[in-house]
């Protein structure tokens, strides 16, 4: 193939090796990569220039240890964000409605119920009031009359 300088599709998948500094590297590994490594120089073709090379020890401290990597632009970057931001609003927004009026009607409910024994204090205390300022004007207003006059007795 003559395709020196040609990039590869966009979505293609790009095959890359995670090299783990931490691990001792074993001799059988160093062993066989060394033909692998040798062929093209061998052949006495270069490496191609579209193919970045960088330490192994730069791959590893750069990129998590994933099957493949494939390097974005910042618009791509921007593009898949945004998507992201979009549809993580959507999943929140599907259930946020439920959960807020949940937690206002438990919250509600809760304060009603601090509320009523006092409310029940409040409406003794109004009630018997009405009821003594209407027998003292009920009182006053016959005080005069006999309870055999024709009046309905109270109570």
Do not use: Y
């Amino acid at each position: 193939m003559n395709s020196g300088q040609r990039t590869p599709p966009r979505f293609v998948p790009t095959l890359t090796t995670v090299v783990d500094l931490s691990a001792p590297r074993p001799e059988s590994l160093s062993e066989s990569s060394a033909p692998v490594e040798a062929a093209p120089a061998s052949a006495g073709e270069p490496l191609p220039a579209a193919v970045p090379t960088a330490s192994p020890a730069a791959d590893a401290l750069a990129l998590p240890a994933s099957p493949a990597f494939v390097a974005l632009t910042d618009a791509d970057a921007f593009r898949i964000e945004e998507e992201l931001l979009h549809r993580v609003l959507q999943r929140v927004d599907l259930s946020l409605e439920e959960r807020l009026t949940e937690a206002v009607s438990a919250a509600v409910q809760q304060q009603l119920d601090a509320m009523v024994p006092r409310l029940r204090s409040e409406i003794e205390t109004v009630l018997r009031f009405l009821v003594v300022e209407a027998l003292a004007r009920e009182l006053s207003e016959n005080t005069g009359s006999a309870p055999g006059s024709g009046a309905p007795a109270l109570g």
